[in-house]
């Protein structure tokens, strides 16, 4: 199976040659490179190495990050080269679909990307409904009302806000905040 390489680096500044340099040592006959955004639909290289590749052979990558933009994007990649009988092997992830273990182990990462999705979705959703119904999410504030009220009173005695900061065990910033947002009694 003739392997066919394709490299990609985000931006102009960053070099191929890593890339390039593991491609060629495991004997691709031909490389194809991009330098783009992962995010960018236009990727000549990738489109010319796609359009080189048939069946039997193989598309080599450094990491699958270089060749998809999302895992939707990667997955649909695959499907389209493993209906021409293409395969897909990663040198960094050590994964070639064109063997039956390989396209198990693909699916299965793809399956538990999947999964990791839509629990990020759920853990969302449930932050949001829990918005609504007024609890604010995030750290609990460091200067309770209790202490602030406590801050105000050393404050006019005569302190000045970074000793009863300290008196308090809260940062003066933290103290400064409080005061100018909350509203005076």
Same mark, same amino acid.
């Given at each position: 199976?003739?392997?066919?390489?394709?490299?990609?680096?985000?931006?102009?500044?960053?070099?191929?040659?890593?890339?390039?340099?593991?491609?060629?040592?495991?004997?691709? +006959?031909?490389?194809?490179?991009?330098?783009?955004?992962?995010?960018?639909?236009?990727?000549?290289?990738?489109?010319?190495?796609?359009?080189?590749?048939?069946?039997?052979?193989?598309?080599?990558?450094?990491?699958?990050?270089? !060749?998809? *933009?999302?895992?939707?994007?990667?997955?649909?990649?695959?499907?389209? &080269?493993?209906? *021409?009988?293409?395969?897909?092997?990663? &040198?960094? +992830?050590?994964?070639?679909?064109?063997?039956?273990?390989?396209?198990?182990?693909?699916?299965?990462?793809?399956? &538990?990307?999947?999964?990791?999705?839509?629990?990020?979705?759920? *853990?969302?959703?449930?932050? !949001?409904?829990?918005?609504?119904?007024?609890?604010?999410?995030? *750290?609990?504030?460091?200067?309770?009302?209790?202490?602030?009220?406590?801050?105000?009173?050393? !404050?006019?005695?005569?302190?000045?806000?970074?000793?009863?900061?300290?008196? !308090?065990?809260?940062?003066?910033?933290?103290?400064?905040?409080?005061?100018?947002?909350?509203?005076?009694?």
């Amino acid at each position: 199976m003739p392997n066919v390489g394709y490299a990609r680096v985000s931006t102009s500044e960053q070099d191929l040659a890593l890339q390039k340099d593991a491609l060629k040592k495991i004997g691709c +006959e031909r490389i194809f490179t991009d330098h783009a955004s992962g995010a960018k639909t236009d990727r000549p290289g990738l489109n010319e190495a796609l359009s080189y590749v048939r069946a039997g052979d193989v598309l080599v990558v450094w990491k699958f990050d270089r !060749l998809g *933009r999302s895992l939707p994007h990667l997955i649909e990649t695959v499907t389209h &080269l493993n209906a *021409r009988r293409i395969g897909l092997r990663s &040198l960094t +992830e050590n994964i070639d679909t064109a063997t039956h273990g390989g396209r198990l182990i693909f699916h299965v990462f793809s399956a &538990l990307a999947a999964f990791e999705r839509d629990l990020i979705k759920e *853990r969302t959703m449930a932050g !949001l409904a829990a918005a609504a119904r007024g609890r604010q999410g995030g *750290r609990r504030p460091v200067v309770t009302p209790g202490k602030l009220e406590r801050a105000r009173a050393l !404050l006019a005695q005569g302190l000045n806000v970074r000793e009863a900061a300290t008196r !308090l065990k809260i940062g003066k910033t933290a103290l400064y905040d409080a005061l100018a947002n909350a509203k005076s009694p």
